[in-house]
Structures are given as C-alpha cells and as structure tokens.
C-alpha cells in the first residue's frame, strides 16, 4: 500500500496494490495489516457506510462531537471532490483544509482522522461512496461545519449551486462551531 501526505499530514491518501489481467482487476480494499504498516495507525472500524450522489450534490462539512469518527473513504462510481477541515484546537493545522479528488478510476482511499469534519462534492453525473468509520453514527453528537464559511477558504469546483440539505445550509461558522480540545 502507498501512501500519500495532503497539505494536512494527518489526512492521508492511500493507494492499494491493484492486480490486474485480461480479466479486470483484484484490490483489498481494506486490510488492517497493511493499514497499519503503511500509516502507523492501529484502527478499529466498526460501521461501514455508503451513499450516493447525483452531480452537484454537496454532503458536509461534517463530525461528531463525541463520538468522534476518523473515516477511510473510497469513491466506487464517479468522481467527488473531498475535502477534510482540521477542528482539534491543539493542532498547528486548526482550522485548515486538506482538499484532492478521488474517483473510481483510481483506487486511492482517504484517511479522515477523527477530529476533522467531512465533506465532498459530486463532480460526475452521479457518485458513489463508500466510508468506513471508527465509531457509531450518533445524530445527536452530530455537528455541521458551514461548507462556504469564508474562514475556511475552501475552493469549490463549483458551477452553479450544489444541492445541499437543509442541515448544511445552516452549518456553524469555524469561529462559533464546537470543536475539539
């Protein structure tokens, strides 16, 4: 397994071997050995989740308070533009973004350490994403972080306005969101 530093060391690309023949192609799509050896991290997952997208769509920013959840996505049909805003208050890189594209002609996974919020849009006409995370989702320590909040300086590859839930047109500015010590 490769792997890649972001702009945030702790967000992480990750590049599985891929074998493939005349037939197609073979991936482990996760295995905790050679997660581990290649990030150092020693994680449990405990819930995998998928979601699907048509163009346009924006989910996030999103973290759970308590909770909290470090994620490890992969996009299997279309292309998401994935963005990871560092919330722990300890951090030299508080506030910051990491930000890159994953899609399903790549197999490069993320790693979202727990302490981020998460979010992405959908660049292809229709994305499918699949994420394992380290903890339960819990509703009521979920929290949204403003997707546009001018803090944060995020480049949208936008063309028009994405399609938000109602939740994230209200998310929390970084100066008024709850964040972690």
Not at 37 to 57: I, P, W
Not at 60 to 80: F, T
Not at 144 to 172: S, T, Y
Request: hydrophobic content about 40%; proline content about 4%.
């Amino acid at each position: 397994m490769k792997l890649i530093r972001t702009e945030i060391p702790d967000v992480l690309i990750l590049e599985p071997k891929v074998f493939g023949d005349a037939r197609g192609f073979f991936l482990e799509s996760y295995n905790k050995r050679a997660f581990r050896n290649a990030t150092g991290l020693d994680v449990e997952f405990v819930q995998d989740n998928q979601s699907s997208s048509k163009r346009g769509v924006l989910r996030g920013l999103h973290y759970q308070i308590r909770q909290a959840q470090g994620k490890l996505v992969r996009v299997i049909a279309g292309e998401v533009f994935d963005v990871a805003v560092d919330l722990r208050r300890g951090s030299r890189t508080f506030g910051r973004c990491a930000s890159f594209n994953l899609d399903s002609a790549s197999p490069r996974m993320a790693w979202i350490p727990a302490g981020f919020a998460h979010g992405f849009l959908v660049l292809s006409e229709n994305a499918d994403v699949l994420y394992k995370t380290t903890d339960y989702y819990a509703p009521e320590q979920e929290r949204v972080l403003l997707w546009n909040d001018p803090a944060l300086g995020i480049r949208w590859p936008l063309q028009g306005e994405p399609i938000l839930a109602e939740r994230d047109r209200r998310g929390a500015t970084l100066e008024s969101a709850e964040t972690f010590s």
